[in-house]
């Protein structure tokens, strides 16, 4: 990763930005959404410290400390991904979410939701995002 930010820095303009946005981890809430109501079904499970996140901010704090970026701004917000149907979820926590566990009674409930809310029910996931942005500075 810190490769892949000092080659960021070596592309970007004198005094230019980079903006750092991914989603942090967290046991994230799992719900069903139909009808205007929101159903809380159970949580996911991600560890505390997923290795990702680390490896993450283990790369800016470097380039940071290197004097390669100087961080201005940092924020975080709430960001709900949706799917059509509890197999759309589980498929994309699989693929994209790697150290995300979803417990088998939470998919078990999600699909009893989904089955009894008819047309239009869609399943919910509301994460964190983080936001940052840094700015170049002067060759190091």
């Not at 940092?74 to 991904?81: C, I, L, M, N, S």
């Amino acid at each position: 990763m810190v490769h892949a930010l000092k080659e960021s820095w070596r592309v970007l303009v004198p005094g230019g930005i980079l903006l750092d946005l991914r989603p942090l981890s967290g046991n994230w809430p799992v719900a069903v959404a139909a009808g205007g109501r929101v159903t809380f079904v159970g949580l996911l499970d991600q560890p505390a410290a997923d290795p990702d996140d680390l490896a993450a901010n283990a790369s800016l704090a470097q380039i940071e400390r290197e004097g390669w970026f100087a961080r201005e701004r940092e924020g975080v917000f709430d960001f709900a991904w949706y799917w059509d149907t509890p197999d759309e979820m589980k498929a994309y926590i699989a693929e994209k979410w790697t150290y995300t566990r979803l417990r088998k009674a939470v998919l078990t409930r999600v699909r009893r939701l989904i089955a009894s809310a008819g047309e239009g029910a869609r399943v919910r996931v509301l994460g964190n995002i983080v936001i940052s942005r840094w700015r170049k500075q002067p060759k190091v």
